[in-house]
T-cell receptor, first 115, second 109 residues
Framework: GAVVSQHPSWVICKSGTSVKIECRSL??????MFWYRQFPKQSLMLMAT?????????EQGVEKDKFLINHASLTLSTLTVTSAHPEDSSFYIC???????????FGPGTRLLVL | GIQVEQSPPDLILQEGANSTLRCNFS?????LQWFHQNPWGQLINLFY???GTKQNGRLSATTVATERYSLLYISSSQTTDSGVYFC???????????FGTGTRLTVIP
């Protein structure tokens, strides 16, 4: 158990458009979901933490109006990159916690390329 | 903020060799985890190890929290062990992981 999926796995879009990425916990209920960004050959950086039914908590330096996070249910969180620009091109990864467990389970990631 | 440094940054091994990866952190932590990121980007949990020693097959890990370091041992390495190994720490208690700099491992046949 503890499978996390992401959709889409790849997305290419034009500058100025918005892109939505879905993160689902397939076989467990996730009390908390996390969104990370990873640039090529770099480490993961936490962008925000979301809890079902409440507003996301963003890390310092992450624009909440640009990266909209919605955690609508215990199995689904979405990240919307609004008015994407080439510098937003990156690998976006979500993870989820099971209730009462501290281990995070990671999705396969979404590669975003903004032209 | 906390600094999490991993060494070595890059490592090339012959299949069958053993290796030790190190993670140093600059402040006390609630939680430390080791992950393997495969060449396709998927992160796999290896260990949740805020202190002590754990073993899982060919892998084992030790964290000495009082001295602020953790070690990951890989024995009898296989080509499928290739990828990037990250340690990640949490100071908040809310499982907000801060990832280390990573060690890129390449195992050659």
């Amino acid at each position: 158990g503890a499978v996390v999926s992401q959709h889409p796995s790849w997305v290419i879009c034009k500058s100025g458009t918005s892109v939505k990425i879905e993160c689902r916990s397939l076989d467990f209920q996730a009390t908390t979901m996390f969104w990370y960004r990873q640039f090529p050959k770099q480490s993961l950086m936490l962008m925000a933490t979301s809890n079902e039914g409440s507003k996301a908590t963003y890390e310092q330096g992450v624009e909440k109006d640009k990266f909209l996070i919605n955690h609508a249910s215990l199995t689904l969180s979405t990240l919307t990159v609004t008015s994407a620009h080439p510098e937003d091109s990156s690998f976006y990864i979500c993870s989820a916690n099971r209730e009462y467990q501290e281990t995070q389970y990671f999705g396969p990631g979404t590669r975003l390329l903004v032209l | 903020g906390i600094q999490v440094e991993q060494s070595p940054p890059d490592l090339i091994l012959q299949e069958g060799a053993n290796s030790t990866l190190r993670c140093n952190f600059s402040d006390s932590v609630n939680n430390l985890q080791w992950f393997h990121q495969n060449p396709w980007g998927q992160l796999i949990n290896l260990f949740y190890i805020p202190s002590g020693t754990k073993q899982n097959g060919r892998l084992s890990a030790t964290t000495v929290a009082t001295e602020r370091y953790s070690l990951l041992y890989i024995s009898s390495s296989q080509t499928t062990d290739s990828g990037v190994y990250f340690c990640a720490v949490d100071q908040t208690g809310a499982n907000n992981l801060f990832f280390g700099t990573g060690t890129r491992l390449t195992v050659i046949p």
